[in-house]
């Protein structure tokens, strides 16, 4: 017996026809359309889902393939969003909802979402910066050795932190002034390790992906393997879907 039904993602009418996706625990997804707006739902085995790898990945794997068989413009669900019946839907969503989702339908419309995360490796950059900055250096040197008082261990550990902090926001700038250009909308997210420098998302015109993606590929040939580059250049559009 089901638990309701779980919600992947909105699409505007009349939607995809012919899905053939398989969700989570293995449930066939089906849509239902409710007014202009069509939802990507499968059949709730769980009362509530667990935010595991696992199941996370499977709700974006079902809204990319959507996607990939050709149904592009689709806000996507917050996971593991379960409603009891149609009719809470379009209480709880369309009717508060409705003119903001068509906005946003708007907005996506031959668009796609890509993403950037930038790792450096911070004792790498540490050498270069001491390479490159003779005064620091200098210091660093002198100091050496010696019994420090607590203001000079955090004089040479300011300057040295703020070194990095340039060097870091001279590689950001570089990067948001490769690719902002090409993007009609852009997030930046929280870093998600202390060795990242750069996370952002960007909202592009379709047909730019291959030029936004010749542009990541420079970048990393410019760095000359200083960075880690993540690119992903095909996801649900998570970023620029949000209900304000």
């Not at 993403?115 to 200098?138: F, N, T």
């Not at 202390?194 to 993606?213: Q, V």
Request: aromatic fraction near 10%; glycine fraction near 6%; charge should be negative.
């Amino acid at each position: 017996m089901g638990c309701g039904l779980y919600l992947y993602g909105i699409f505007p009418a009349p939607g995809p026809q012919n899905l053939d996706l398989q969700g989570l625990d293995q449930q066939s997804v089906h849509t239902h359309q409710t007014n202009e707006f069509v939802f990507l739902f499968s059949e709730a085995q769980q009362e509530r889902y667990l935010a595991s790898r696992r199941n996370l990945l499977g709700h974006e794997r079902v809204l990319e393939q959507a996607m990939q068989q050709g149904y592009r413009t689709l806000l996507p669900l917050q996971f593991g969003l379960i409603i009891d019946d149609w009719q809470s839907v379009e209480q709880l969503l369309i009717v508060p909802q409705g003119e903001r989702l068509q906005q946003l339908f708007g907005k996506l419309e031959g668009r796609r979402e890509v993403g950037v995360k930038v790792v450096w490796e911070p004792d790498a950059e540490l050498e270069s910066l001491m390479a490159e900055d003779a005064a620091l250096r200098h210091e660093r040197d002198r100091l050496e050795g010696k019994s420090l008082s607590m203001d000079q261990i955090v004089q040479i550990g300011q300057a040295i932190e703020q070194g990095l902090t340039v060097r870091k926001q001279e590689i950001v700038t570089t990067f948001q002034q490769a690719l902002n250009p090409l993007a009609i909308d852009v997030v930046e997210n929280d870093l998600l390790t202390s060795a990242m420098i750069y996370n952002a998302a960007y909202l592009i015109p379709w047909e730019a992906e291959s030029e936004f993606g010749d542009r990541v590929e420079a970048l990393d040939q410019q760095f000359n393997n200083r960075l880690r580059i993540r690119y992903n250049n095909f996801t649900a559009p998570f970023n620029f879907a949000q209900l304000n």
